[in-house]
């Protein structure tokens, strides 16, 4: 049976709902919500793969990997850890809104494995999916604004699923390494399913995907003590506007941010995804404007 065992530390506090979240009952560590992430990321890739408008090709290929309704997935994901918690501001740069979540500074192991029947293909991309979700985005509530943000500590396979850097100066290559590969991966997929590849979209696209000037920007060395206070500088950054996301219209944010801890320190790593905006002419303009703050991260077959 192919298994890769990894260690993951948690960065910042990572909210996991339990079956009430709001009762005061502890969070809890469920496979699910890494799925959930796994696949939003594959599916991103799959758009710069296969165009964004083959919605049946991304549709066959998602499913080949993580399975449907009609059959079950041939990877499978367990969790274990005895976390500590606690009670934590959902928006930390306001002190306001409290939820329970898995304290920062803490690992926790997560295993993958797959059938004996699963191709060393559906094997790899699963992988790439994994790697993309920790790399690009986070896990729970407020993911996409630096909550929830993990690194890989320990890993049973580094060649499939990388130790995350300890040094700033090795982000920008690990995530180019880790983003080209699942893109290959995915590209091998489509290939072997007779699925065309195609160029990259152009933005605005059908939904959240890689595409022809999808950001990846690196600001390095937050002036913070902790990932909380990375994040509360994140927020503080934050202009309110529409193509921010919010709930009138219902939108979720374009933009991705996640929390990266080294030796040095703290970093933030934005990734824009340029889809379609709910009530929105669709212009990035503006946020492109407010994102030249970091360094562009270039990665053929993502962005260029």
Not at 132 to 152: F, I
Not at 208 to 225: C, D, K
Request: with cysteine; aromatic share 8%; hydrophobic share 40%.
């Amino acid at each position: 049976m192919r298994k890769v065992e990894i260690e993951l530390m948690t960065v910042t506090p990572l909210f996991l709902g339990g079956s009430d979240p709001r009762s005061g009952q502890p969070p809890e560590l469920r496979p699910p919500s890494f799925r959930g992430a796994m696949r939003y990321w594959y599916r991103a890739a799959l758009g710069g793969v296969v165009g964004d408008k083959n919605l049946g090709a991304v549709r066959a290929l998602e499913e080949a990997v993580f399975g449907s309704t009609d059959s079950g997935s041939p990877i499978s994901l367990r969790i274990s850890g005895n976390l500590k918690w606690s009670s934590h501001p959902i928006l930390p740069h306001k002190s306001a809104g409290r939820r329970n979540a898995f304290d920062a500074g803490q690992t926790f192991r997560l295993t993958m494995s797959a059938r004996p029947t699963c191709p060393d293909l559906i094997w790899a991309n699963a992988c790439m999916a994994l790697n993309l979700a920790l790399t690009l985005g986070g896990v729970g509530l407020r993911s996409r604004r630096g909550m929830g943000s993990l690194q890989v500590v320990k890993s049973s396979d580094p060649q499939l699923v990388p130790v995350f850097p300890k040094n700033e100066s090795e982000i920008t290559k690990f995530i180019q390494i880790v983003v080209r590969s699942a893109v290959r991966q995915a590209q091998a997929l489509a290939g072997e399913k007779g699925i065309a590849v195609t160029q990259l979209p152009e933005e605005p696209t059908e939904f959240p995907s890689a595409a022809m000037n999808a950001e990846i920007r690196l600001l390095s060395q937050i002036n913070a003590r902790n990932g909380v206070e990375a994040v509360a500088d994140l927020m503080r950054r934050f202009p309110k506007q529409n193509w921010l996301g919010g709930i009138s219209p219902r939108q979720a944010s374009p933009v991705w941010a996640r929390v990266f801890k080294t030796t040095e320190g703290y970093h933030l790593l934005f990734t824009l995804l340029p889809a379609k905006l709910a009530g929105d002419t669709h212009d990035y303009t503006e946020l492109r404007r407010w994102l030249k703050m970091g360094n562009v991260v270039g990665v053929k077959g993502w962005n260029q």
